[in-house]
Structure formats: C-alpha cells, structure tokens
C-alpha cells in the first residue's frame, strides 16, 4: 500500500504570508495526487488535482507542483478563509490520504 | 447543480449491520466513478472504498475488506455502503464523494454519522 506523509502536522501563520506544506509517498504516483481543504463540520473541497492543476473556483493564490514522490501545496498571501486544514490524497493506486496539516493563526 | 446526500447512519451494537445510501442529482451517475471516504472524531479523513461508473471495478481500504461491499444503481442514480461486522473503530463521519477520471474527488455529501457503540 501507498503512504503519504504530511509536513508539518501543523502550521502557525499570518494574513499575508505564504506558506508551504508538504506530501511525500512512499513510492511514485507519477501526478495522481490531490489536495484538499477542510474546515470544521464541513466536507473537505477539492483545491488541486494531477499535483498541479487548479481545479474552477480556486483562487490562484493556491499552486500545486512535484511529481513521483514529493509534493508541495504553497499558498501565497494568506487570507483569513484560508485557516483550516489541508489533506493530500494520492490516487495512483487505489486511494491514501496523508494525515493533514492544519494551518492556525 | 450536483448534489450528493447520505443517509442511512445511526447508533449501532458492535457487531451489527448498516446500509448507507448515497443518493445523486445534478449530474449523470454512470458517468462517473465513486468514493466513499470516513472521517473518524476529530481524526483524518480515511479513504473507504471505490466502485468504477459500471461496477466492473472496487476497491476497498484493509481496515474494511471483507466488511464493506461497495454498490451502485445508476438506474436509480445512488450509491450504497453495506457494511458489517461493525467495530468500535469504524465510529465516523461517512462521505461519498465523486470521483472524475484522472482526478481528485471534486462534490461531496454532507455526510453521514455512524456510531458503533453497545
């Protein structure tokens, strides 16, 4: 079974900072991977799917890259809408979740 | 607009059965593979089980193989989650999910909770 590790477990952060976390699988997913947000009591949404392609409706300040094993989700200018919690997913084989990042004031 | 609805959770005894019903709208079912992915008490989200748009294909997680059967009817445009032999562990919130080819799961349900305990 596929892995993926999350990086930082949590992220403390300001309105206008960029902020970067990261996905690592435990073997190659070619592109397959998505990221997510989340917030309390709500489904999570899709951001980014194939590493890097920003699904509609997502603002640009979201970016996606990497490929085979490592991943990084950056967001550039933090808004306060922004604070919740970011899930990876790959879906290369089967489906894995990493285990989220939480980015807090 | 796409709507996916769950339903079917409840309070459960180890060891007993629930069905979940997924129920879709907005959009052609057959066309698309679906998900079903849990998110236990202030946990993670947990991928469950895939079913492809014409059910030749499922997949499930090892902590429910053998449990969970994952089906459709897209006659009726819903998706169903039988599951069995229910363990305190499996106590979460369950959502479908659809699943575009070549892409991450884009609508989810609002959710349904399942709580397995005596």
């Known amino acids: 079974d596929i892995q993926m590790t999350q990086s930082p477990s949590t992220l403390s952060a300001s309105v206008g900072d960029r902020v970067t976390i990261t996905c690592r699988a435990s073997q190659s997913i070619g592109s397959w991977l998505a990221w997510y947000q989340q917030k309390p009591g709500k489904a999570p949404k899709l951001l980014i799917s194939e590493a890097s392609s920003l699904e509609s409706g997502v603002p640009s300040r979201f970016s996606g890259s990497g490929s085979e094993t490592e991943f990084t989700l950056t967001i550039r200018s933090l808004q306060p809408d922004d604070f919740a919690t970011y899930y990876c997913?790959?879906?290369?084989?089967?489906?894995?979740f990493g285990q989220g990042t939480t980015l807090d004031i | 607009e796409v709507q996916l609805v769950e339903s079917g959770g409840g309070l459960v005894q180890p060891g007993g059965s629930l069905r979940l019903s997924c129920a879709a709208s907005g959009f052609t079912l057959s066309s698309y593979d679906m998900n079903w992915v849990r998110q236990a008490p202030g946990k993670g989200l947990e991928w469950v089980s895939f079913?492809?748009?014409?059910?030749?294909?499922?997949h499930y997680a090892d902590s429910v193989e053998g449990r969970f059967t994952v089906s459709r009817d897209n006659a009726k445009s819903s998706l169903y989650l039988q599951m069995n032999s229910l363990r305190d562990d499996d106590t979460a919130v369950y959502y479908c999910?659809?699943?575009?080819?070549?892409?991450?799961?884009?609508?989810w349900g609002q959710g349904t909770l399942v709580t397995v305990s005596s």
């Open positions: 997913q790959q879906y290369n084989s089967y489906h894995t």
């Open positions: 079913i492809s748009m014409t059910s030749v294909t499922t």
């Open positions: 999910a659809r699943r575009p080819s070549g892409r991450g799961s884009d609508y």
